[in-house]
C-alpha cells in the first residue's frame, strides 16, 4: 500500500514538474520575441502585404495579426505600428562594398579557393577575408551605411553581412585576425540590428560609435579604444561598457580591464607656411604619459584613404614621401598597449620628406599646410598592455606640390 502512494505520489510530482516547465518556457517565450521592428503602416497597405514583403513566409501573417490584436487585415489605419519580431523577418545577404584601396590588399574568397587584388567597387562576400600589406589600407563600407579602415598589416574575415526590412536592420559580425580597424558604425535604428568585431581575446558590440580595435601580436590580446559613442566588450562571461574617450585592453583567457581614458590629442606644433626641405619632420606637442606618438597621412579629412603611417618615440616625426596631391595629416598620442619590445614598426623607419629633386624633371616638393587633426594610433614597448591612445579632435590638411627647381 506504501508503494502505491509513494508511485502516486511521485507522479503527481512529475506532473506539476512538467507543468512548472512549462510555466518556465512560456514565461520565457516573450523574451524570445523581446528584440521587435516596429513597422510604420502606409496608406494601402494590408498585413498581407506586409507580411509578404518583409516576413520569411506568408502564412505568418495569422500571427502577426494575433500579436498586433488586427481586427481587419484588409484596412489598416495609417501612421499605426505593427510589432514585427525580428526572428520573423526574411534575412537576406548585404555584401559590403570596397571605398578605397591605398597600396597593396586581397580579398580571398569564404571556401579559400580565389583570391583577387581589392580595387574600389569590388563587393565583399559573407566569410571573405581582407588582408592588407604594409603601408597599405581598405576600406568598406556595409549595407547600413557604416563605415569599416582595416590598417596595414590587417587580416579581416566578414563572417555575416546581412539585412532585413528593407534595411531596416544589419547584422554586421567581423573577425579581427591580425593588425587594427577603425569602425564607424552608425545609430542602430532598431533593437535587431548588430554590429560587432570579434577577435581572439574578446568581442566588441557596437550601438552608433566611432571606435578601433587591435589585435597585439604579441599574445592576441584586444584592445578597444571609442572615439564617440559607446562599446560593449565582452569577455570570460563579463562584460564593460567603453564611453567615449575611454579603451580596455583584453588580455587573452581573461575578462576586459576597467576602462582608462585615452589621452588628449597632441597639437601640430612648429609647422612652417611651406616644407621643402629633406627629411620632413612634423612636431607635436608633447603629450605628458605619452611614449609613442603615430602619424597619419590621408587623401581624405575623415581618414579612409590612409596612404602612409609613421611611428615615432618622440613628439618629432619623420613624414613620408609623397606624390603630387592634397592630403591630411593627423597624430595621436599613445601609452604602451602590450607590444614586448620597444621597436617600432617597420614603417616607422626615416622617410625623404620635404623637398627633392626628381630624376625625371628636376622638380621639387613642398607640403604646405593651411589648418589639424588626431587619429588613433598605438605604441609598441615592453610594458604591461594599456589603452589610451588620444581621440581625434583637429584636421591639418597638407598640400604637396612640386615646384620648378
Known amino acids: 500500500m506504501r508503494s502505491t502512494d509513494t508511485r502516486l505520489t511521485m507522479r503527481r510530482i512529475g506532473r506539476w514538474l512538467l507543468a512548472l516547465g512549462c510555466v518556465v518556457v512560456l514565461a520565457r517565450a516573450p523574451q524570445a520575441l523581446a528584440t521587435e521592428w516596429l513597422y510604420t503602416v502606409r496608406p494601402g497597405d494590408t498585413l498581407w502585404d506586409v507580411t509578404e514583403t518583409y516576413l520569411i513566409d506568408i502564412g505568418y501573417w495569422q500571427r502577426l495579426q494575433a500579436l ?17 519580431p525580428v526572428g520573423w523577418m526574411r534575412i537576406t545577404p548585404a555584401p559590403a562594398r570596397i571605398m578605397a584601396v591605398e597600396g597593396e590588399a586581397t580579398v580571398q574568397s569564404a571556401d579559400g579557393q580565389h583570391q583577387t587584388a581589392a580595387v574600389a567597387d ?68 532598431t533593437s535587431g540590428s548588430r554590429t560587432e568585431i570579434r577577435t581572439p581575446a574578446a568581442l566588441s558590440a557596437v550601438r552608433g560609435t566611432d571606435f578601433r580595435v587591435g589585435v597585439l601580436e604579441a599574445n592576441d590580446a584586444m584592445r578597444t ?15 564593460v561598457a567603453i564611453a567615449a574617450g575611454f579603451g580596455t585592453v583584453v588580455d587573452l583567457g581573461a575578462p576586459p580591464r576597467p576602462p582608462r581614458p585615452l589621452l588628449p590629442a597632441p597639437a601640430l606644433t612648429d609647422v612652417p607656411a611651406v616644407l621643402e626641405r629633406v627629411p620632413v619632420r612634423i612636431r607635436v ?23 602612409a603611417e609613421r611611428v615615432a618615440p618622440t613628439p618629432s616625426i619623420t613624414g613620408p614621401d609623397l606624390a603630387d596631391g592634397s592630403y591630411f595629416c593627423g597624430c595621436v598620442a599613445s601609452t604602451p598597449w602590450g607590444r614586448r619590445d620597444s621597436t617600432p614598426p617597420a614603417n616607422s623607419s626615416s622617410m625623404p620628406g620635404r623637398s627633392r629633386r626628381s630624376r625625371s624633371n628636376r622638380t621639387k616638393a613642398a607640403w604646405c ?35 620648378t627647381a
Open 122 to 189: 569590388m563587393e565583399i562576400e559573407p566569410g571573405d577575408e581582407v588582408t592588407t600589406a604594409a603601408d597599405s589600407s581598405v576600406s568598406l563600407e556595409f549595407a547600413d551605411g557604416s563605415t569599416l579602415r582595416v590598417a596595414a598589416e590587417s587580416r579581416v574575415v566578414l563572417d555575416i553581412l546581412s539585412v532585413a526590412g528593407g534595411n531596416a536592420f544589419a547584422d554586421t559580425r567581423l573577425r579581427l585576425l591580425k593588425g587594427s580597424t577603425t569602425m564607424k558604425a552608425r545609430a542602430l535604428r
Open 285 to 307: 606637442a608633447e603629450v605628458k604619459g605619452a611614449t609613442a606618438y603615430r602619424l597619419e597621412i590621408a587623401r581624405d579629412a575623415a581618414f579612409m584613404q590612409v596612404v
Open 369 to 403: 599646410p593651411t589648418v589639424c587633426h588626431s587619429s588613433v594610433g598605438a605604441s609598441r614597448t615592453r610594458q604591461p598592455p594599456t589603452a589610451s591612445s588620444s581621440p581625434p579632435v583637429t584636421i591639418l590638411p597638407l598640400r604637396w606640390q612640386r615646384r
Open 225 to 239: 579604444e571609442v572615439l564617440s559613442g559607446q562599446v560593449a566588450v565582452s569577455a570570460r562571461a563579463k562584460t
Open 68 to 84: 498586433n490584436q488586427v481586427a481587419d487585415p484588409q484596412n489598416l489605419p495609417p501612421g499605426s505600428r505593427l510589432r514585427i
